[in-house]
């Protein structure tokens, strides 16, 4: 049996979740309002600098912001410029957020397989593209079980450079934990991709719920449903 690796959760999409479908209203709104983001996004980065091909084609949040940062690193932007060109950036990034957020729930059970997974001994962090204070107020409300309360350490995109797919957030929370074996929990493809790149393990929670095509791209070490199977998941997997 291998030693209990360090397990990391994305927090969107994986410990809490959009689960409201019978309000289609709230919906078109919320893509609508998600679609405005994003335009919003590219206007601010071409505003500060960065050339609109860039960002034009890109249709994710986290893509986006990744970009931008990655030419103001690469192509001499002094460091004042850089701050204030990601400190605009996450103005609609913070919108975006707040736009999902305010139609998630927790996970059902997610509370019960924390707990269990803490008393079987296994050290946890919580790494996600959400800002800290988004991440502070999920993980203290009782609203969502105080999921706080199950992380030795949180690191969000406020603490790194880039955000997932790149493996940055990950990374620190390893360096943060003395730990270099890891299982990252998520339930998308920047998950799947940052957990790669890392060189650790990726188990999909299937919140999206991706057809066998998508999971095959993704290529997961597992795939659940609920959170109560990641127990014996691990155990499957050789962890003590």
């Not at 479908?21 to 601010?44: I, L, Q």
């Amino acid at each position: 049996m291998r030693r209990k690796p360090l397990l990391l959760f994305d927090m969107d999409g994986t410990l809490i979740t959009i689960t409201d479908p019978a309000s289609h209203s709230r919906h078109v709104w919320h893509d609508a309002s998600y679609g405005s983001v994003k335009h919003r996004m590219k206007e601010t980065a071409a505003a500060h600098g960065v050339p609109h091909e860039v960002v034009a084609g890109l249709e994710r949040m986290a893509y986006i912001w990744n970009a931008a940062r990655a030419y103001a690193d690469h192509n001499g932007f002094p460091e004042e410029d850089t701050r204030a060109l990601m400190t605009a950036l996450n103005v609609p990034f913070m919108e975006g957020e707040r736009a999902d957020q305010e139609l998630s729930v927790i996970v059902p059970g997610t509370v019960e397989a924390l707990t269990t997974l803490r008393d079987l001994g296994y050290e946890m962090a919580l790494v996600t593209s959400s800002s800290r204070q988004s991440t502070e107020r999920i993980l203290g409300s009782p609203e969502y079980g105080r999921l706080g309360r199950f992380f030795t350490h949180t690191v969000t995109r406020d603490d790194c450079l880039y955000v997932k797919p790149d493996p940055e957030v990950i990374m620190k929370a390893l360096r943060l934990h003395g730990k270099e074996d890891f299982v990252l929990i998520g339930d998308s493809d920047h998950d799947a991709e940052a957990a790669k790149a890392a060189g650790g393990g990726f188990i999909l929670i299937n919140t999206r719920g991706y057809d066998q095509k998508h999971l095959k791209r993704l290529d997961p070490d597992a795939v659940i449903t609920c959170h109560g199977e990641l127990p014996g998941i691990l155990q499957n997997l050789g962890y003590a």
